[in-house]
């Protein structure tokens, strides 16, 4: 009887382990490892930490191993109802020690072995397509909401058309509340003043068609690439803090040329856009800004224009020596420790380009 609880529990667990790895093909442990570049340097955390970490963040895990094992189990119960050839001879055997009873017990053992497996993986399987089911119900939810929220606006550009006199006319853009908190943690205008004295003669700004000052008051809306981006930060780590998130900037950005200013003028030429993003550093929430930078010198996107850090500043283009997508000390007033500054390109193509970032670990 040991052997056989033993070969479905074993049996239960790699169920578990399939589906596990069909759905999120490889598991995302995040080992922190000191940069080359200089991005960070932390301590790589030892095997327990690790898993434990990894449990704490991964409960699919966790629950896909349990509902594989409790499949397995079912196996004995279903040969009650259907007779699975090699269960009841192994049972049987249990049952007599006969010699020719037991004949073919090993074989029989890895037969439900993989009746173990099968059932397991089923059991996963449906369980996952209830969840996806509640899941996708949510999302159609959200959906909805989503359109009644896009009916408001049209709504509330229909009032600012039949009233041009109003003070509806020089409002903001409505936007979801994790980009709407308006103005940083602290001014960091530095970030500007580095930008323009080091990025002179690699990005395009001066080509770029701009919203005419004064910026303070008047209609904006934020790049929808760094909407996207936010997104998918959030959705990866949605206990982190927003602290110091930011996208318009307060008056003091708004006297440099800093790209927290709605200073590139949209396709329609009636608002301004943010082209600049900071995220909050929240390690233990799941957004650590390390691996956020690290992610984007890897991925090189084409939509950044130059990202700071920890001190540290990064450009996408090649200057004064250095190459691109490599960091370089930033002296700013503002150290950036507190928060990620991420800048995308002036060109309103490329940075309302709101194709997936794809961050997979953070």
């Known amino acids: 009887m040991t052997t056989l609880i033993i070969t479905l529990l074993l049996s239960g667990i790699l169920a578990g382990l399939i589906q596990y790895f069909v759905d999120f093909r490889g598991l995302p442990i995040y080992t922190p490892t000191t940069s080359n570049e200089g991005v ?24 896909y191993i349990v509902v594989g094992i409790a499949g397995a189990f079912l196996v004995p119960v279903i040969d009650q109802l259907l007779h699975l050839k090699g269960v009841d001879e192994y049972l049987k055997c249990l049952n007599d020690s006969a010699a020719e009873a037991c004949n073919n017990k090993e074989w029989n053992l890895l037969i439900i072995f993989g009746y173990g497996i099968i059932s397991g993986y089923s059991s996963v399987r449906i369980i996952r397509g209830f ?3 509640i899941v996708g119900n949510i999302n159609k939810s959200l959906e909805e909401q989503k359109e009644i929220l896009q009916k408001t606006r049209e709504e509330l550009e229909a009032l600012k058309k039949k009233l041009p006199n109003s003070s509806l006319t020089e409002s903001v853009e409505v936007l979801p509340a994790e980009l709407n908190e308006g103005t940083l943690e602290y001014p960091d205008i530095c970030d500007a003043a580095d930008s ?20 303070q008051g008047k209609k904006w809306r934020v790049a ?7 997104s998918e930060v959030n959705v990866l780590a949605p206990a982190r803090s927003k602290k110091s998130d930011g996208t318009i900037g307060d008056i003091a950005h708004s006297q440099g040329n800093s790209d927290h200013n709605p200073w590139v003028k949209d396709s329609g030429g009636t608002m301004g856009i943010v082209t600049a ?15 956020i930078a690290q992610f984007l010198q890897e ?8 990202v700071i850090w920890n001190r540290r500043i990064m450009n ?30 002036c060109d309103k193509v490329i940075c ?7 961050i997979k670990v953070i």
């Open 277 to 291: 993003l900071d995220i909050t550093h929240d390690a233990k929430n799941r957004c650590d800004c390390n691996v």
């Open 299 to 306: 991925k090189k996107d084409k939509r950044i224009k130059y």
């Open 40 to 63: 960070y340097d932390a301590v790589v955390p030892g095997f327990w930490t690790r898993l434990l970490n990894f449990l704490k963040r991964n409960w699919q895990f966790c629950g």
């Open 196 to 215: 323009s004295e080091t990025l002179e003669g690699v990005s395009s700004d001066s080509a770029c068609e701009q919203f005419p000052r004064p910026w």
């Open 224 to 230: 929808r690439s760094l909407k996207q981006l936010l």
């Open 352 to 358: 309302d380009d709101d194709q997936k970032w794809n």
């Open 131 to 133: 969840g996806s089911f």
């Open 316 to 345: 996408a283009s090649a200057i004064n020596g250095s190459a691109a997508w490599s960091w370089r000390p930033y002296s700013g007033q503002n150290p950036h420790d507190k928060h990620i500054h991420i800048s995308v390109q």
